[in-house]
């Protein structure tokens, strides 16, 4: 019981981290931008739920679209909102040899909707300021209790060597928890993603390494854990307005594509492992861990700059 409790409030740590890492990744000096309008697809491939004596498959598509605001006060302060909705379509082989939803299949289409608020401010040329709020809710039909939000605050200094350091603190509102977490990250010449040569993003837990060729064609790999709490709708089988927490790594190559001025294409391919499905009641009780096999996925977004 000891190590489940650990293991569940590591997994809450990283997913809390993950979501702050997400924002102030960023750590170059305020610049001008421009609105970006995004669309992503990704495709699963069917893997086997290890639950008991279960021979039922899963397999889902993940579709999303969001848009990025930035907001310049002046050279040394920039604000920026983003907005992005997702939508996961499950498609369940031998639904009736599922063993934990007794045949049926446990859910159809999860979403979620988040609002992220990110302010950069420039002290110095080597010291920045970083501050951070998200709102957010995911859910399979009713939105109530779904929500979730929080906010950090971090401080970046920079070197003469190409190299950015951040560190800092946040809190996160899960549905059923309150998590303290640090924020800690470095990125190294990250100048080189809009002109030509390697990059490097370290944190806990994305890291990525990317290789620009020129200002049309990018290649990068990058590992990250991926975790989000779904309210379950009311009638649902498994577990009637409950919680489900899907927790797993993803790793891949990807290639983003220039096609013309505004308009950027990026293709993938990924691997899920460690994947994991935690099942609570509407209290955030533990029900029943379910394991998921691993599998392989393909992604493609487009993205248009304004």
Partial sequence: MKHLFFSKK?????????????????TKAAEPGSPVLS?????TSGAEIDDADSAGKAEKTCSGVSLT????????????????????SYDWDDAEKIVFSN????????????????????????????????????????TRDSYSYGGYLAAVCRTDFNLSYFIGAGVIRK????????????RWNSMAENGSGWSVSLGMPRTEIRYSFNEILAVYCNAKMDMKTYRLKDE?????????????????????????????????????????????????????????EDALGASVGLSWIF
């Avoid at 669309?39 to 495709?43: A, C, L, Q, S």
């Avoid at 110095?124 to 998200?134: D, E, Q």
């Avoid at 549905?175 to 470095?186: H, K, Q, R, S």
Wanted: net charge negative.
């Fill in 10 to 26: 590591m997994y809450c740590i990283f997913w809390a981290t993950m979501w702050m890492i997400s924002l102030p990744l960023m």
């Fill in 39 to 43: 669309i992503t697809g990704e495709r």
């Fill in 69 to 88: 605001l930035p907001v310049h006060f002046d050279t040394q302060a920039r604000l920026e909102l983003k907005f992005r909705a997702d939508q996961i």
């Fill in 103 to 142: 045949g049926r299949e446990p859910w159809d289409k999860l979403r979620s909707a988040d609002m992220r608020l990110k302010y950069i401010h420039n002290y110095t040329r080597y010291w920045s300021a970083l501050a951070g709020f998200n709102l957010g809710a995911a859910w399979e039909d009713e």
């Fill in 175 to 186: 549905p059923e928890d309150v998590i303290y977490i640090p924020v800690l990250g470095m």
């Fill in 236 to 292: 649902n089988k498994v577990s009637p307005s409950g919680l489900l927490e899907i927790k797993g790594f993803t790793g891949g190559l990807f290639a983003d594509i220039h096609l013309m001025k505004p308009l950027r294409l990026s293709l993938g391919m990924t691997y899920l492992f460690g994947r994991e499905w935690e099942i609570q009641d509407k209290d955030g009780e533990t029900i029943q861990d379910v394991d998921i």
